[in-house]
């Protein structure tokens, strides 16, 4: 184990009470540009940027562009030739996927059981989404959703499809213009995330090192999620599994978050150590202080009344209408506490 002294935290708790005071509005495109030289190059540091998005976020006009270098779509050291070049190649090669689809389809429904199946559900996940405003104007092309859905069943084979990757990508088809745009950024938001979403790859692991969290910081709750409430943190998993976006009250608080995520993610050295925290961002795994936040929330209630699994499981459920800066700040204060704790060798080694 590693001791680690409160002076290190410093650094997550300055970017908790940044985000809480809202000291600036979010990056807007004006600012957003003069990040970038006349040649598109950066002008200004990666991680002065990331700092800047985990504390203030994005203005909806920028977040389009800004997720590309997020996700790995574009290179941050790219021009804006370079990134014109890359968009026409991702466009290309999107093309070339469809009509390789095209191609296999009928051997794809004759040969394999699970591709009827599959598509099957993403049909039915599919006509279930609302997919209208409030004015009753169409928000979704749901054809266009079904499509991306399907290729990236067939070419992503980390990532089969589960219920819920509809409604995420729905969130992306909302956010960018074009198919290949949609189809690209889910590709790298889950590589970026390392598949923490994904059922069969990073949920199970969230969900032990959130036990391990519980167990470092909060003993007392800990017990009683052994013994009384045992079964609540490992029915958590629709937490990871949808990324939080059934917690809000907006999609923009939900994209809010997902910006953090990914900009924690983004470290500027890859060990346990203050220089970490001097780049104002947290850590990999950043969803996973997120659910602690999360369940933090329900933590007096289920002590007090004694609640069983069932019962703190019903009441993380009701967690909705959530404040996305609320929510980063208390997972980056987690951050925090965790530094000044004697941290396991798994969990540090989870989290960088």
């Excluded at 002076?7 to 807007?28: G, V, Y």
């Excluded at 890359?86 to 689809?101: P, T």
Aim: proline share 3%; aromatic share 12%.
């Amino acid at each position: 184990m590693t001791t680690l002294s409160p002076e290190n935290s410093l650094s997550a708790r300055q970017s908790a009470t940044f985000i809480l005071e809202k000291r600036k509005p979010p990056i807007d495109k004006t600012e957003w540009d003069s990040f970038f030289d006349e040649n598109g190059h950066l002008a200004k540091s990666r991680d002065f940027i990331c700092v800047n998005i985990l504390e203030r976020g994005l203005h909806p006009f920028v977040r389009t562009e800004a997720w590309k270098f997020l996700t790995g779509y574009y290179s941050w050291q790219s021009s804006q030739d370079e990134r014109l070049m890359v968009d026409s190649n991702r466009r290309r090669n999107y093309k070339a996927l469809c009509q390789m689809y095209e191609k296999i389809q009928p051997l794809l429904e004759n040969l394999h059981g699970n591709f009827t199946e599959t598509r099957n559900n993403i049909a039915y996940d599919i006509q279930r989404l609302y997919d209208k405003d409030p004015l009753g104007n169409v928000l979704v092309d749901k054809k266009k959703l079904e499509k991306t859905l399907l290729l990236s069943y067939v070419c992503n084979t980390k990532a089969e499809y589960q219920r819920g990757f509809h409604e995420m990508v729905m969130l992306f088809q909302l956010m960018v213009g074009h198919e290949h745009e949609t189809f690209w950024l889910f590709q790298f938001f889950l590589q970026k995330t390392e598949h923490s979403c994904v059922i069969n790859i990073g949920v199970g692991k969230n969900l032990d090192m959130l036990n391990s969290v519980i167990t470092l910081l909060d003993p007392e709750f800990a017990e009683h999620l052994k013994g009384k409430g045992s079964g609540a943190v490992q029915s958590l998993f629709p937490w990871f599994c949808l990324c939080f976006q059934r917690a809000f009250k907006s999609f923009d608080d939900v994209w809010r978050l997902w910006e953090g995520v990914l900009v924690s993610d983004h470290r500027a050295e890859a060990c346990w150590c203050p220089q970490v925290l001097l780049t104002g961002k947290p850590c990999r795994n950043f969803q996973v202080l997120v659910a602690y936040s999360m369940l933090q929330m329900v933590r007096e209630q289920a002590l007090l009344e004694s609640m069983s699994g069932d019962a703190i499981l019903l009441a993380c459920n009701n967690l909705i209408d959530l404040d996305a800066d609320e929510l980063i700040s208390a997972a980056c204060m987690v951050y925090a506490e965790l530094m000044q704790k004697e941290v396991p060798q798994p969990l540090k080694d989870f989290f960088l």
